[in-house]
């Protein structure tokens, strides 16, 4: 079955098997009572989909059908957070890693001036401490990356309270690597995810785009890519 866009009065979905997939919600305009802002941030997925909708209709005027129902979320593999394949993050995401991150031997200074070495650890993730004019041997690289791995694996077990299967216990394991035990802690995402809402969780990927202030487009792919490989989806399509 394809997908298929509905209008209510309160937001645009994306329809699905009966379902809505994704949303964009409304909300009043603060310069004319008569209009309505629509929060397009999560258009982006529905157009990298291989079955992205082809056109748009519009109601003129709302309607009183209630709202759409979520899609019901992916099933677990268990009913333990820490099930089996949980405990390592699989290959894709280990490869979402290594291709967004890159390997660098000596000492660099990233996007926002942090001092960062091998596949993107910095000084925050624990040692070896990143110093200006620091150079590591590939092997070195591999060793540092496995272990600050360990601490955003735990990390994760530790901060979602729902079960997870192997690709979206590696796409936020990817993810936090990026972003921060922290950020991840404190986020949305994670509050919709525990919450039982993995399709909204996934979709509050797609917000993790700045740095600096800046929107930027490495950021967007990784976001995108992460997203799809927490969707069980071809996450190497932004990644090629």
Request: charged share 25%; proline share 4%; net charge positive.
């Given at each position: ?34 209009e309505q802002v629509l929060n397009i941030q999560a258009i982006r997925s529905w157009f990298t989909r ?14 009183t059908e209630p709202n759409p129902k979520p899609a019901p979320p992916p099933p677990p593999p268990s ?140 950021l967007v792919r990784r976001r995108d890519a992460e997203r799809a490989l927490f969707l069980g989806e ?7």
């Open positions: 079955m394809g997908t298929w866009i509905k209008e209510t009065s309160k937001a645009i979905y994306l329809m699905e098997g009966g379902y809505w997939i994704s949303r964009l919600t409304k909300y009043p305009s603060k310069t004319n009572p008569d291989e079955d992205y909708p082809r056109a748009m209709t519009v109601a003129l005027k709302e309607t009913a333990s957070p820490t099930s089996t394949g949980t405990d390592h993050i699989n290959a894709a995401g280990l490869e979402l890693i290594k291709h967004f991150e890159g390997r660098e031997l000596r000492a660099y200074q990233d996007s926002v001036g942090i001092w960062t070495i091998g596949y993107g650890h910095t000084s925050a993730a624990g040692p070896p401490q990143v110093r200006a004019g620091m150079t590591i041997t590939e092997q070195g690289a591999e060793d540092i990356l496995k272990k600050d791995l360990e601490l955003f694996e735990n990390g994760v077990r530790d901060r979602v309270k729902v079960s997870m299967n192997s690709n979206q216990f590696s796409a936020l394991v990817a993810f936090s690597f990026n972003v921060g035990l922290g950020a991840l802690g404190s986020s949305t995402l994670l509050r919709k995810l525990n919450g039982g809402d993995y399709r909204e969780a996934a979709d509050q990927l797609l917000r993790w785009v700045k740095a600096g202030g800046a929107t930027l487009p490495g071809d996450y190497r399509r932004f990644i090629r």
